[in-house]
């Protein structure tokens, strides 16, 4: 144990040795202060300060949404109005935009922390091969086997790392542009079985969570072609064309009953909460999950045969 | 224990290439043993196998009695080695390269990474990075990074290549100083007699994947040998005479030298018929050509790059 814990220090010491790494929390800093200066000066931030008589205000907007709706077929803005009555009813005044509402806007952002984690799952093993350093980390009394899961676990260690500073940068951007008005607001909105009262801060844990699954399988794939193919370009390359064309070729064989065993059918979990419903009628949450560990452990699987048993020859 | 090393019957075939035929040899404790043969001739996959790098087809090779096949961590334990170029982490600084590979060995301390800092010479480049090293340098750090452990046995493929004749010098003291003073046996590789004839107190010379034959390297022939003398003298015509008439000898001369074959034991009378006859002697040269013939004859001249 202690030696795998030297590992892993050997593995973070090698990514913050290189600026790419750093270059990651510098982009995502980047995108979250754009993101802020823009609704900052286009949004409608301010516009949503509700006053003292706020529940006027309130039903003046719904009449507004009733009114597009009746012109416009296609658009529907019954939660948006269900939400406001909510609040009408039950005399809960809407919080103002603020630096919890900017965080969980921005949950999104945490599909960049996917690429990241991609670009650095393919690199890890396949690095080491360019470098020609695989050959002195593996003439050590260590077997191969710990040395694979340490840079594993080094991945996602680096990825854990990359969303607590998206959280806490989300939170200091969205505090110095919008300020803050309460440590953990609730959030009033649609939920599976109708309106719901949630906490904002467990809204936000639950996106990133329903993110982190999407990066753990695409990074484990990333981290297989790699250790596989000793490329990282081809890994990074396939990883994220799957990762981006993965639900599109789902919409097209999601008639076909064999598709839901398809890893993209179940990488969103997010169709199982919420107003959601999945993409094929007789999967599951439990089936999801099970589908996803049996790739994983494939994935692993994989991996691990490849980088044990293969010789380390000449480059 | 007298036996470092010992390789039995080790084969390797990649697809249905047999790549290695056969190598059955030992390497003694405390001796620095020289692996020569052109390129392509298995050296680097032996290497490679003695490491743990690649697996063994059959055979087995033991490292201080065990066997690197079936227990890889204890035998592996034992070794320091150099396979190829010494790669490093160029974005990091030479300190850090070391302590990354101490760090994989339990009981390493910042002062042994220190020390053999101190040993190869590298004070003042530790905290630059790698990447600014000149091929000397990381040379060094490629023995530095071997020797951490305190090893009994040193591996170096190649260790000689690309450097300029003073670095070749000062590994070669190196080698020598480890293996004289602290037992430590040394697996050379290479494709240059010359280069490791000067390091070595034995050399085995392979061949297509098969040893063809392990040789002794004397620093001093023994008396009865035959050895060759090149003469530089002023009077080569009378000298040839002399040599011919008095003391039967047969001589031809070779880009203006006087060359001779004649048993050691008689170099001194030789030279002292030289003086008696007052021949002016510039250089007396023992040429140990044995080996080097022998190379030649069993790998081909035109074979060596």
């Known amino acids: 144990m202690l030696n795998f814990i030297s590992l892993l220090k050997n593995e973070q010491m090698k990514l913050y040795s290189r600026f790419g790494t750093w270059s990651m929390f510098i982009i995502l800093a980047g995108i979250l202060l754009v993101a802020a200066l823009i609704v900052f000066v286009f949004g409608d931030a301010n516009e949503e300060t509700y006053s003292e008589n706020w529940k006027e205000q309130l039903t003046q907007e719904n009449e507004e949404f009733l009114e597009v709706s009746e012109e416009q077929e296609y658009v529907g803005f019954d939660s948006e109005i269900a939400i406001n009555e909510y609040h009408i009813e039950n005399d809960i005044k809407p919080h103002p935009y603020d630096a919890w509402q900017f965080t969980l806007a921005n949950a999104e952002v945490s599909m960049i922390i996917s690429l990241f984690t991609i670009i650095v799952a393919a690199g890890i093993i396949s690095n080491e091969y360019r470098w020609g350093t695989i050959k002195l980390l593996l003439i050590r009394p260590i077997s191969r086997t710990k040395i694979l899961f340490s840079k594993f676990v080094s991945v996602l260690i680096l990825s854990v790392s990359m969303l607590i500073f998206l959280f806490i940068i989300s939170l200091v951007i969205g505090a110095i542009f919008f300020g803050i008005n309460s440590w953990n607001p609730d959030l009033v909105q649609m939920g599976a079985g109708g309106i719901e009262e949630v906490s904002i801060f467990t809204e936000i844990l639950t996106q990133y969570g329903l993110n982190m699954v999407n990066l753990i399988m695409m990074a484990t794939f990333a ?47 997010g169709q199982y909460f919420g107003n959601g419903s999945p993409i094929i009628d007789s999967m599951t949450l439990g089936f999801s999950i099970t589908v996803l560990v049996i790739y994983f452990v494939l994935f692993l699987l994989v991996s691990w045969l490849s980088f044990t048993k293969r010789d380390i020859a000449g480059n | ?298 790998i081909g001249e035109n074979t060596i790059a």
């Open chain 1, 223 to 269: 981290f297989m072609i790699s250790t596989l193919f000793r490329s990282s370009a081809m890994a990074i390359g396939l990883a994220i064309f799957l990762m981006f064309t993965g639900t599109t070729i789902i919409n097209f064989v999601a008639e076909y009953d064999w598709a839901k065993y398809i890893l993209f059918a179940n990488t969103n979990l």
């Open chain 2, 1 to 298: 224990m007298t036996t470092s090393m010992e390789l039995q019957d080790v084969h390797k075939s990649i697809g249905n290439k047999q790549i290695i035929k056969g190598l059955n040899f030992t390497i003694k404790k405390g001796e620095v043993f020289g692996f020569l043969g052109p390129n392509g001739a298995g050296k680097t996959t032996t290497i490679r196998m003695m490491v743990g790098l690649m697996n063994i087809t059959s055979g087995d090779i033991k490292i201080n009695g065990i066997s690197i096949k079936n227990n890889f961590k204890e035998a592996i334990r034992h070794v320091g080695a150099i396979v190829e170029n010494p790669e490093m982490y160029p974005f990091m600084t030479g300190w850090k390269n070391l302590k990354h590979y101490a760090r994989m060995i339990p009981g390493i301390t910042d002062e042994r990474i220190k020390e053999v800092i101190r040993l190869v010479g590298l004070e003042k480049a530790v905290n630059e990075k790698v990447g600014k090293y000149s091929l000397g340098m990381r040379q060094r750090m490629g023995i530095a990074q071997a020797l951490l452990h305190n090893p009994s046995i040193l591996i170096l493929d190649e260790p000689t290549n690309g450097l300029d004749p003073s670095g070749i010098r000062e590994i070669r003291s190196y080698i020598r100083n480890m293996a004289e003073k602290e037992q430590v046996s040394v697996i050379v590789s290479s494709h240059l007699l010359s280069e490791i004839e000067l390091m070595c107190d034995r050399i085995g010379i392979i061949k297509n994947g098969e040893l063809i034959t392990v040789e002794e390297v004397q620093d001093t022939s023994t008396e009865n040998d035959d050895v060759t003398v090149k003469l530089d003298l002023d009077d080569n015509e009378k000298a040839m005479t002399i040599l011919q008439d008095q003391l039967e000898l047969e001589t031809k001369i070779v880009q203006e030298r006087v060359v001779a074959n004649l048993p050691k034991s008689s170099v001194p009378q030789l030279v002292r018929k030289l003086v008696e006859e007052d021949i002016a002697i510039y250089e007396v040269a023992v040429e140990r050509s044995r080996l080097e013939d022998k190379f030649f004859e069993l």
